[in-house]
């Protein structure tokens, strides 16, 4: 009796809707893409993140979401649309998706490197004392919010020894705008038994001059700290490239 036709399915994408995963899979990874994969690999343990340029580390990330396809000119796309690696993690997950060839395992993969780096940023800062690891601190504020696209408000609540004991948002706003309530900062300093803080935002627009309405506010809060013998330290301003420091500028 001759033996029935042998059926196999084909591999199922790792999300639904992955545009960039072929239909038919080859058997075994071409020896160009595999050995170009082995040679980015070697290079990066080897030299660490300074031995590749930005396309190269993008094209390590996605390897993951897209085991069997070229990732140079998926890395390039996303380069040319965000601007650089850092502009390309941090994008939102609508705008990633507006891009020829990614899909949710790309989105995924990405994101899961964003939230990386913000744990690592945000490990070196808090229980810290922030006045002396000050340097670590802008680049924690940097990493979580120089290219958010909306404005977002954050406090940093400080101890009596100045060791950061809370990193909380306080509000999200538009491009250019964010509502903030200094009853509400205060009051949650006195729930956290905070002695100070530290006021952080971002502007989208990468300029981070203070606007009028940035600074009465902080003086606000200023004021309202004060009366309740708590010590605002500073408020800083993320830019895209560069941040502003209230202290510093002669604000406080």
């Given at each position: 009796?001759?033996?029935?036709?042998?059926?196999?399915?084909?591999?199922?994408?790792?999300?639904?809707?992955?545009?960039?995963?072929?239909?038919?899979?080859?058997?075994?990874?071409?020896?160009?893409?595999?050995?170009?994969?082995?040679?980015?690999?070697?290079?990066?343990?080897?030299?660490?993140?300074?031995?590749?340029?930005?396309?190269?580390?993008?094209?390590?990330?996605?390897?993951?979401?897209?085991?069997?396809?070229?990732?140079?000119?998926?890395?390039?796309?996303?380069?040319?649309?965000?601007?650089?690696?850092?502009?390309?993690?941090?994008?939102?997950?609508?705008?990633?998706?507006?891009?020829?060839?990614?899909?949710?395992?790309?989105?995924?993969?990405?994101?899961?490197?964003?939230a990386a780096a913000h744990r690592l940023a945000r490990a070196r800062v808090l229980r810290h004392h922030v006045l002396s690891s000050w340097?670590?601190?802008?680049?924690?504020?940097?990493?979580?919010?120089?290219?958010?696209?909306?404005?977002?408000?954050?406090?940093?609540?400080?101890?009596?020894?100045?060791?950061?004991?809370?990193?909380?948002?306080?509000?999200k706003g538009t491009v250019d705008h964010v509502p903030v309530y200094p009853r509400e900062v205060v009051k949650r300093a006195l729930e956290?038994?905070?002695?100070?803080?530290?006021?952080?935002?971002?502007?989208?627009?990468?300029?981070?001059?203070?606007?009028?309405?940035?600074i009465s506010m902080t003086y606000k809060i200023r004021d309202a700290a004060e009366a309740l013998g708590l010590v605002l330290h500073d408020?800083?301003?993320?830019?895209?490239?560069?941040?502003?420091?209230?202290?510093?500028?002669?604000?406080?």
């Open positions: 009796m001759p033996n029935p036709p042998a059926f196999s399915e084909e591999p199922l994408p790792l999300f639904e809707g992955e545009e960039a995963v072929p239909l038919t899979l080859p058997a075994k990874l071409p020896s160009y893409i595999r050995d170009h994969r082995k040679r980015l690999r070697e290079r990066f343990m080897a030299g660490g993140p300074d031995a590749l340029p930005d396309y190269e580390m993008l094209e390590i990330v996605l390897f993951r979401a897209i085991p069997r396809q070229d990732m140079k000119p998926l890395a390039r796309r996303l380069l040319d649309t965000f601007g650089d690696f850092n502009g390309v993690v941090s994008a939102p997950a609508a705008r990633l998706d507006e891009v020829d060839g990614v899909g949710e395992a790309v989105i995924c993969e990405l994101k899961v490197i964003e340097d670590a601190l802008v680049d924690y504020c940097h990493t979580t919010m120089a290219h958010r696209e909306t404005e977002q408000f954050r406090v940093l609540y400080l101890d009596r020894k100045n060791v950061l004991i809370a990193d909380e948002a306080q509000a956290l038994n905070a002695s100070a803080l530290i006021l952080v935002h971002n502007h989208p627009s990468g300029d981070p001059t203070p606007s009028d309405s940035d408020h800083l301003i993320v830019g895209k490239s560069r941040e502003l420091s209230f202290r510093s500028a002669g604000y406080l």
